[in-house]
Structure formats: structure tokens, C-alpha cells
């Protein structure tokens, strides 16, 4: 089982639970071992929007972390993972991670990963952006940490918001080199069919 593919999933107490919760069940779709944990604030989350307990949240992943458990497998670099998606990611916790001083599993596993030099997808939800979130957002791509807001792709033409969620995961998996297939991809789902258009 060593060579199994894993990834790391952070769900932190930004609003947009529902893109932690697809990036799990994209995953079981693709075969690779996600490994979970959840902050206080996005248990809470988690049950305001989507009416779901941390039980059945658990349930989806193929591993679930205490939020506490510094001793963790993900703790370590040794543990071998394609990376880790914070999905969504709020500003304590993307600022907690830019600062290198981690308090709980999750941005202890965000630093793991950093410093491995695994990539880092942050989808962080906030909106407006003030000058102190957006240095803090520089640093981060500067530590080599890959920003990933999740913003509807219309050209996919969603018909629902899950769709349009959906895309968002899906485009972030991208990074990982994952190819999940409720993606729509432009030139095969969308746009111009490779070999329509004439020279």
C-alpha cells in the first residue's frame, strides 16, 4: 500500500463546506486515499450549509485526523502524499500557514507539505480582499503555495451550483495531476471540438 496515491484534504471554516466535501467524493471516484481533517470552525460550518455532522463527514474520507493529533501521519514529510487542498480556506488559516507558526494538524500538515516542496492548493474564500490579505496571499505564492479561489467557470456553462462547483474541484485537482471526470474540458465537453475549426 505504500505506493498508493494520497492527498491530503484541509476543510477549514470559510463558507463553501460543499467544496471539501465534493473534493472527498472525487477522490473515492479516483481511487486515491484522501486523508481529512476539519477545524472546529468548519464542523460548524459544515452543519450550517450543508446540515451534515462530522460522522457522515468522516465517513466520506478514506482516513479522518483529530484536528488536535500533532502525532498524526500527515505531521510528518516522511508520509508520502501527492500534496494537500485546503478546500475552502479562510483567512485565519491561510494566514496561520503563511506565518510558519502552526497551532493545529491542519496548517501543521500545510507546512509539511510547503517544506517538502509538495504542492499546496489553497482555495480561500473571502471576498472583499483588504492589502493585509492580499500580502498575506503574495507571501504564500512565494513560499510556493498555489492560490486557487474557486470561481465559476462559466464557459462550462454550469446549469446548477453543484456544477459549477464541481468545475472548481475539478480544475483544482488538475494540479495534482488528477483527471476526475466531471471536469469539463475546453475543446472535448465545450468550445471548439479539437479538429472543427478550419486552418
Request: aromatic share 4%.
Amino acid at each position: 500500500m505504500e505506493d498508493r496515491q494520497r492527498l491530503i484534504v484541509g476543510i477549514s471554516g470559510a463558507s463553501g463546506a460543499i467544496y471539501g466535501l465534493r473534493t472527498l467524493d472525487a477522490l473515492a471516484e479516483l481511487g486515491v486515499e484522501s486523508h481529512l481533517v476539519v477545524t472546529k470552525a468548519a464542523a460548524l460550518t459544515l452543519n450550517q450549509e450543508q446540515g451534515l455532522p462530522p460522522v457522515e463527514l468522516n465517513a466520506r474520507a478514506s482516513v479522518a485526523h483529530k484536528i488536535g493529533d500533532i502525532g498524526a501521519s500527515i505531521a510528518s514529510g516522511s508520509f508520502r502524499t501527492l500534496g494537500m487542498i485546503v478546500a475552502p480556506c479562510s483567512v485565519r488559516t491561510m494566514s496561520e500557514i503563511a506565518t510558519g507558526v502552526t497551532s493545529t494538524l491542519l496548517t501543521r500538515a500545510a507546512d509539511v507539505t510547503l517544506k517538502e516542496r509538495r504542492p499546496l492548493v489553497l482555495m480561500v474564500r473571502e471576498t472583499p480582499l483588504h492589502l493585509g490579505h492580499l500580502r498575506t496571499l503574495v507571501k504564500l505564492a512565494e513560499m510556493g503555495a498555489i492560490i486557487a479561489p474557486p470561481l465559476p467557470a462559466f464557459y462550462a456553462r454550469p446549469g446548477t451550483v453543484l456544477e459549477m462547483v464541481d468545475q472548481s474541484v475539478g480544475r483544482a485537482l488538475d494540479l495534482f495531476g488528477l483527471d476526475w471526470a466531471s471536469t469539463k474540458r475546453w475543446g472535448r465537453d465545450i468550445g471548439p471540438v479539437e479538429g472543427d475549426v478550419e486552418a
